[in-house]
């Protein structure tokens, strides 16, 4: 049901809101990822640095525009075969993984790799699911961020990649137009895009 409906359910919770939209936040979440500075590279293997590096940059404000220093954007992603860390044996504990934590404008730049696209688990009642309904089991790429900061509206959310296979035909349906990335080549190869999170107060 998580895979089916999580969507609807983050879609009524968020309708009151200002701030940026959110997405679904899945069943791969770990707590306590290494903390990081506002300018980092995700915890990776070698293997893993052969790949294009991705730049994820921007800013996390309050629904005015200011700076929010100190919050922190916790972000998980699947590697350039699909696999999470602590999902997968042969990876390490905390492979792309981190908790970064903004500079004193609310400002980060997070190095990583572009993951790739793949099948949710199709043992058990989900498998049977999808293949009576004739759909697919893909997910297109992502990465899994949740953003926070004292006294603001959490943040969950997943960001996709304009193009992408699966983005528009996601069996999660968990993608929106305004979570699409378009990551730009510079100079160095790297594929940089930017970014940036308006968070709402707290509610309670
Ligand atoms: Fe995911």
Redesign the pocket.
């Known amino acids: 049901l998580d895979v089916f409906v999580e969507h609807d359910i983050e879609e009524v919770n968020s309708r009151n809101f200002k701030g940026t939209k959110g997405s679904i936040e899945?069943p791969?979440y770990v707590p306590g990822a290494p903390q990081l500075p506002a300018r980092c590279t995700l915890p990776m293997r070698d293997e893993d640095r052969g790949h294009p590096a991705l730049v994820l940059r921007g800013q996390v404000t309050d629904l005015d525009g200011a700076g929010l220093s100190g919050a922190t954007i916790e972000l998980w992603h699947?590697d350039d075969e699909g696999y999470y860390s602590q999902f997968a044996p042969h990876l390490p504990e905390w492979n792309l993984r981190g908790t970064i934590v903004t500079d004193s404008e609310g400002r980060y730049e997070i190095t990583t790799i572009q993951p790739a696209p793949y099948q949710i688990p199709t043992d058990g009642p989900t498998g049977k699911f999808i293949e009576a309904a004739g759909w697919h089991p893909w997910?297109p790429a992502?990465l899994?961020l949740r953003v926070t900061s004292p006294g603001k509206r959490p943040i969950i959310t997943q960001l996709y990649f304009a193009g992408g296979d699966w983005v528009d035909d996601d069996v999660a349906t968990a993608t929106k137009p305004e979570l699409l990335l378009d990551p730009v080549i510079d100079d160095a190869g790297r594929k940089v895009v930017d970014y940036d999170f308006a968070l709402d107060p707290a509610t309670d």
Do not use: E, N, T, V
């Open positions: 899945g791969y699947a997910r992502h899994h």
